[in-house]
C-alpha cells in the first residue's frame, strides 16, 4: 500500500510540474524576460518537463498492467526525457522531434 501511495503522490507531482511547465508558454513572453536569458531558455529547454518524467517512473513501476506494457511506459519515459535533454542542449528540432513522436506513437500503442 505504501507502494501506491507514493506512486500517487509521484503522479500529482507530475501532473503540477506539467501544468507549470505548460504555462511558461503564457507566461514567459508576457513576463517581458529577455528570450537569451538562461532562466528562459532552460526553463523552455526541458527542466520542468525532464523533472515532470522522472516524477513518472514510481507511477508506471505501480501500474497494474503486464510487464510488456510496464515496458513500453519506461520506453516512452526514457524517449521523452532524451529528447528533452537535446532540446535543452540546443539540438535542432527537426533532429528530436521525430524521435520525441516515434516515442509517443510506439507508447500509446
Do not use: C, K
Amino acid at each position: 500500500m505504501n507502494e501506491l501511495r507514493w506512486a500517487s503522490r509521484a503522479a500529482y507531482a507530475a501532473a503540477v510540474l506539467f501544468v507549470v511547465s505548460l504555462a511558461r508558454f503564457f507566461f514567459i513572453p508576457r513576463l517581458g524576460l529577455p528570450a537569451d536569458s538562461v532562466l528562459v531558455a532552460e526553463l523552455n529547454g526541458g527542466l520542468l518537463p525532464v523533472a515532470a518524467h522522472l516524477m513518472l517512473f514510481p507511477v508506471v513501476a505501480a501500474l497494474p498492467a503486464p510487464p510488456w506494457a510496464r515496458a513500453a511506459g519506461y520506453g516512452w519515459l526514457v524517449i521523452d526525457i532524451t529528447t528533452d535533454i537535446m532540446a535543452l542542449q540546443g539540438v535542432a528540432d527537426t533532429l528530436y522531434l521525430p524521435m520525441r513522436y516515434g516515442g509517443h506513437v510506439s507508447a500509446a500503442v
